[in-house]
Antibody, heavy 119, light 112 residues
Framework: QLVESGGGLVQPGGSLRLSCKAS????????INWVRQSPPRGLEWIAG????????VYADSAKGRFTLSRDNARNTVYLQMDSLRVEDTALYYC??????????????WGQGTLVTVSS | DLVMTQSPLFLPVTLGQPASISCRSS???????????FSWFQQRPGQSPRRLIY???NRDSGVPDRFSGSGSGTDFTLKISRVEAEDVGVYYC?????????FGGGTRVELK
């Protein structure tokens, strides 16, 4: 199971930290990807982190503003989002994949957490 | 930038009949290990997406064998051999370049 949390309403320029808590599988065997979904933009991959957390990859839209980290002892991945923009408004999913991040998305996704950026 | 174009955008289907969705990439991509980093996803109404196919034609665990993927270069196809009611939803293709994944706009599959 993957459970996302941390979403909410934030003003433009603000920050949020999303969490993806895993259970029921060996967390350190899987990369974690974050994908967001919104009506105007559809599905958009934004970032992924390797299974050991030794590297992360980001979409251009996230580079310099979003930071991924993971704590395998807590079975949790964190997505720190800074300098948020109105266009970051979306439902944010985390997904696990045995493949490296940013390649195949993920074979199992959580239910998502909603981020709304608005003044 | 990589652009993924799916067709059709809307696909009315008949139970028990085959269905096919196409996806065209603006670039032909092969990963460093020789694999083609192409996937198909399904999103049923009210549910999160799930991956059906990866590396063009490999079905994920639990995906019925009526789903099959094929293609190479810039043109890829998802086929459903015999549509079932649970197959209704939106299907997305996705292609990766330099560990950055790009999704298509989706094809909505509905029963006639």
């Amino acid at each position: 199971q993957l459970v996302e949390s941390g979403g909410g309403l934030v003003q433009p320029g603000g920050s949020l930290r999303l969490s993806c808590k895993a259970s029921g599988f060996t967390f350190s065997n899987y990369a974690i990807n974050w994908v967001r979904q919104s009506p105007p933009r559809g599905l958009e991959w934004i970032a992924g982190i390797s299974r050991l957390g030794d590297y992360a990859v980001y979409a251009d839209s996230a580079k310099g503003r979003f930071t991924l980290s993971r704590d395998n002892a807590r079975n949790t991945v964190y997505l720190q989002m800074d300098s948020l923009r109105v266009e970051d408004t979306a439902l944010y999913y985390c997904a696990k994949d045995v493949n490296p991040p940013g390649i195949y998305g993920g074979n199992f996704w959580g239910q998502g957490t909603l981020v709304t950026v608005s003044s | 930038d990589l652009v993924m174009t799916q067709s059709p955008l809307f696909l009315p289907v008949t139970l028990g009949q085959p269905a096919s969705i196409s996806c065209r990439s603006s670039q032909s991509l092969v990963y460093s290990d020789g694999d083609t980093c192409f996937s198909w996803f399904q999103q049923r109404p009210g549910q999160s997406p799930r991956r059906l196919i990866y590396k063009v034609s490999n079905r994920d665990s639990g995906v019925p064998d009526r789903f099959s993927g094929s293609g190479s270069g810039t043109d890829f196809t998802l086929k459903i051999s015999r549509v079932e009611a649970e197959d209704v939803g939106v299907y997305y293709c996705a292609y990766a370049t330099h560990q950055s994944l790009t999704f298509g706009g989706g094809t909505r599959v509905e029963l006639k």
